[in-house]
């Protein structure tokens, strides 16, 4: 592959990570530091039963939906307002009691395990909807709402929150993670639709990124540094976002192609004739194969991309037609488009439970979720190499993706039983990472680092870049307390 980077070995230096079954439950050194001791008496003092040891519910709160170990905290700590997670901060960083900010545990890299124990800061009670403002265009929420939830509470207002990343999140944790999903294509993901934020920072204080204004050049853009930080450099305690209005017209799609390369070139092609698609799916055979029996559906087993298109009646035909005459050149067949609600919803619904059909593939296998993103216009030919690498190791990777974003990915589903399956999966998604940044792109576009990209990260970015973030880690959170353990190794 040409590319204008030094072309990365495809076997990464360095230390792996490694990766264990999904139910392997790893708990903090039973003997707690008298320090996290003293930290979680003072917090179920001031707390109450909001403040448990209970192992079923830190077990809740060390679930991963990859197969990345689950390591329990000491503790889980509720938190009702923003003044309680600044409290529960100020006791936790008194007693260097590392803090997990938690949301719904959606994540896929480990960003809520504890591998140093500690305090989970359960932050799904403060789920209000602050403000709205329609003449805005834009709304104040707490970090325990979810994007259907928010989505539910827009209803009458003509409006949308358009990041969709499938499972249904909370906004903060969405934050933390950078989130996108099927929307971003058109709307962004979240680094867009984040205005400000009100962030509780190591030491207790709390941070305002910015206002309302649609754009400010009012000093460093600390916002843009809270998205995306992964609970490393503070608890999210509320967000201002970016909406939309619902669109006039909405219209789904499908088209099956003769093989991936094809259906990627659409989505290329698509992109760069500038059609304003709002969404475009791809779904490899084997994915079709599981959605269709896990939602009883009747797609032809073929390379798949669904599409969704927004705007007036006459610009959605406008679009649905263009589409559909690049996917004829390139082969597709059967382009089907539809504005029946039920019928688009229906779909959507099918792809966003996509994860959960895989599973019933191979029932009792473990299932290792990695997702690399590149430039559009080399997306045919890293998937197309995607595809062959995972079938020349004897693995099972379906594929799909926001291909319209360039960001794909493939869910190995591993025989926990079977010697060598899971070594094969953690190195293919090594191989994967080094041959999205080979192409200029890189190790993950929507699930972060976390525990499980931490040794694709320099070879991405460069030392210089790794060292920065975390020379800005070491100045907000000395004591290392705030999510230890992610990004950074160690």
């Not at 962030?199 to 995306?228: C, F, H, N, Q, W």
């Not at 059967?334 to 029932?363: C, I, K, M, N, V």
Request: charged letters at 20%; a negative charge.
């Amino acid at each position: 592959m040409a590319s204008n980077r030094a072309t990365l070995p495809y076997a990464l230096p360095g230390p792996q990570p490694v990766y264990a079954h999904t139910m392997t439950m790893t708990a903090h050194d039973p003997t707690v530091s008298a320090d996290i001791a003293t930290a979680i008496a003072v917090l179920q003092q001031r707390l109450g039963p909001r403040c448990t040891t209970g192992t079923a519910l830190r077990e809740q709160h060390a679930h991963t939906t990859t197969f990345l170990p689950a390591e329990l905290p000491d503790a889980v700590a509720f938190a009702e307002s923003a003044e309680e997670v600044q409290e529960i901060v100020r006791i936790c960083a008194d007693h260097r009691a590392p803090i997990i900010p938690f949301g719904t545990g959606t994540s896929l890299e480990g960003h809520v395990n504890a591998p140093l124990g500690g305090i989970s800061i359960d932050l799904s009670r403060m789920d209000r909807v602050l403000e709205v403002h329609p003449e805005d265009l834009d709304c104040v929420v707490q970090p325990g709402v979810t994007r259907s939830a928010l989505n539910i509470h827009l209803r009458d207002t003509g409006l949308f929150f358009p990041v969709d990343p499938g499972a249904d999140a909370s906004l903060g944790g969405m934050a933390a993670t950078r989130a996108s999903g099927t929307n971003a294509v058109r709307y962004g993901t979240m680094r867009d639709a984040v205005l400000s934020l009100k962030v509780v920072l190591p030491s207790g204080e709390m941070l305002v990124t910015g206002g309302r204004a649609r754009k400010s050049s009012a000093g460093y853009d600390l916002t843009r540094l809270i998205v995306g930080s992964e609970g490393t450099l503070g608890v999210i305690t509320e967000l201002t976002l970016r909406l939309h209005g619902i669109p006039e017209a909405i219209s789904a799609a499908s088209c099956s192609f003769p093989d991936i390369g094809a259906a990627c070139t659409t989505a290329i092609e698509t992109v760069q004739c500038g059609v304003p698609v709002a969404r475009m799916e791809l779904l490899d055979p084997l994915s079709v194969q599981a959605v269709n029996a896990h939602s009883n559906l009747d797609l032809p087993v073929a390379p798949l991309l669904l599409m969704e298109f927004h705007g007036s009646p006459a610009s959605v035909a406008e679009q649905a037609e263009t589409v559909g005459a690049l996917a004829s050149g390139n082969g597709g067949a059967g382009f089907d488009w539809s504005a029946d609600a039920e019928t688009r919803s229906r779909l959507w619904q099918a792809r966003h439970d996509a994860y959960w059909a895989l599973r019933g593939l191979r029932p009792g296998f473990d299932i290792f979720v990695t997702d690399v993103c590149v430039p559009v216009s080399r997306l045919a030919e890293v998937v197309v190499a995607a595809q062959t690498e995972a079938e020349s190791q004897g693995l099972i990777a379906p594929i799909l993706g926001h291909v319209g974003d360039g960001n794909f990915h493939a869910s190995l589903l591993i025989d926990p039983d079977r010697p060598g399956d899971r070594d094969r999966a953690v190195a293919y998604a090594g191989w994967l990472s080094a041959l999205a940044i080979d192409a200029g792109g890189t190790c993950t576009g929507e699930h972060g680092i976390g525990q499980g990209k931490q040794a694709y990260l320099e070879p991405e970015l460069g030392a210089a870049a790794v060292d920065t973030m975390a020379a800005i880690k070491q100045a907000l959170d000395p004591q290392n307390i705030m999510n230890p353990g992610k990004i950074w190794p160690g």
